[in-house]
């Protein structure tokens, strides 16, 4: 039995970082995303997650699209039945083609429980499927309640070893302003950031109340960003009959071509440099089970396929995967 623990929490549609030099003409922030707000001091728990852990850039080189994301993060190849041109749900009639990251831990160390919470497809489809208990609900079913079940669960399982908890409604902020005033979560892209910074505190008090933050490693990812501040934001928002005097206040989705240009608003016209905004993930390694040496690192280039090896390297698990390991880079 291994005595350290790995709480995987998944952020859907979370960017970890932006393309320098683009900002927001609305809130003359960067756009929405981690590493941006935390520097400008609006998300206190990601910035104490960052100070005492691991920031990683990491981008998604694979299709941004959440099917396949989620399937990158959780086997940790690119290789899978998530190749473009196959159905990314496939592998609910099919079957698994590569051993998951839960599996691994499972597998492993047999005796420790594997749970996972969250969005329905991702659980059935078996990518992020638990052994001991798998929870799914409705898309975007209220991360709250789907947290708290997770908690519920925890505390009458208090020899769990690897627990999945997957939070959803970041997702819905798509298709949908950047800031609106005074905005509840999942209305714009800006206070939807703000409200999972809460949920990021409510996640690590529980895990301190408990008395099992010294011996979890906490592993923050996402499966893509967005289209904003960019040339595929814009024509997407003129074929949606947004206002020109909005785009510039307009998100997106994840919709190809994942490659695009940060937009000139004050030109009218895509610039020369690239923002590629959906291949921007996020990736951090945190807890209280992460030697402290490692606190503050920043590595500065990494993929979504190295975050399942990352969680089999600090949690001692034998997992071939084509993904590596941030661990000591």
Request: proline share 4%.
């Amino acid at each position: 039995m291994n005595n350290k623990r790995s709480l995987i929490l998944i952020l859907d549609m979370l960017a970890g970082h932006w393309a320098e030099g683009s900002e927001s003409p609305v809130t003359r922030l960067p756009y929405p995303n981690v590493k941006g707000y935390e520097k400008a001091g609006l998300l206190p728990n990601f910035g104490d997650s960052i100070k005492n852990g691991i920031y990683v850039n990491v981008w998604n080189m694979g299709n941004c699209n959440t099917p396949y994301g989620q399937k990158y993060l959780a086997s940790g190849t690119y290789q899978t039945d998530s190749a473009p041109g196959i159905d990314p749900y496939w592998s609910m009639v099919r079957g698994l083609d590569k051993e998951t990251i839960l599996q691994a831990c499972k597998r492993t160390y047999p005796g420790g429980k594997v749970a996972s919470f969250g969005s329905d497809a991702w659980m059935q489809t078996g990518w992020w499927k638990g052994v001991e208990c798998t929870m799914g609900w409705g898309s975007y079913y209220s991360d709250f309640l789907t947290s708290q079940n997770a908690f519920h669960w925890m505390m009458g399982n208090p020899d769990w070893s690897t627990v999945l908890l997957y939070l959803a409604q970041y997702d819905m902020t798509g298709n949908c302003p950047v800031y609106t005033e005074g905005a509840e979560y999942t209305k714009d892209k800006h206070h939807s950031l703000l409200q999972l910074d809460r949920y990021l505190w409510m996640v690590k008090t529980f895990l301190k109340e408990q008395g099992w933050w010294d011996d979890t490693y906490l592993f923050i990812g996402s499966d893509h960003g967005c289209h904003v501040g960019c040339n595929v934001a814009v024509e997407e928002g003129r074929e949606r009959g947004v206002a020109e005097a909005d785009l510039a206040n307009y998100c997106s989705n994840h919709q190809s071509p994942y490659d695009c240009y940060i937009w000139d608003f004050e030109k009218n016209q895509a610039t020369d440099k690239r923002s590629d905004c959906c291949r921007r993930t996020t990736f951090i390694v945190t807890g209280g089970a992460l030697p402290r040496e490692q606190y503050g690192r920043v590595v500065g280039n990494a993929e979504i396929i190295d975050f399942a090896p990352t969680i089999a390297d600090a949690m001692g698990v034998d997992f071939k995967t084509d993904g590596k390991s941030i661990l000591g880079r």
